[in-house]
């Protein structure tokens, strides 16, 4: 099994930064490539961005590429949100096992809220 824990939800104003972080912990083999998921309200969770298990490939929905960055240290993974909008107000979610480009694999964290004021 594997375990993902996020950390670094918060208000942010429009226009502004943020990082949020996902540590993995478990039965993490060499092909267990992570990503960023969120579900604004009333909306269905949405990919957000993937990383490679090496952390040299990444993909980006259209929504945020530009603005948003994902990264990845080991069992880490960072996604870097820049020029955040009211629009980007949501609860992000760690993914793990991802099939890359975006589809989501099993294993979830528990959640962060990140909520943009405008």
């Known amino acids: 099994q594997v375990q993902l824990v996020e950390s670094g939800g918060g208000l942010v104003q429009a226009g502004g930064s943020h990082r949020l972080s996902c540590s993995a912990s478990g039965r993490i083999d060499g092909s267990f490539a992570m990503g960023w998921f969120r579900q604004g309200p009333g909306k269905e969770r949405e990919f957000v961005a993937a990383v490679s298990w090496s952390g040299i490939t990444q993909y980006y929905s259209d929504s945020v590429k530009g603005r948003f960055t994902i990264s990845r240290e080991k069992n880490t993974v960072y996604l870097q949100m820049n020029s955040l909008e009211p629009e980007d107000t949501a609860t992000y979610y760690c993914?793990?096992?991802?099939?890359?480009?975006?589809?989501?694999?099993?294993?979830w964290g528990q959640g962060t809220q990140v909520t943009v004021s405008s």
């Open positions: 993914n793990g096992d991802v099939s890359l480009p975006r589809k989501p694999g099993d294993y």
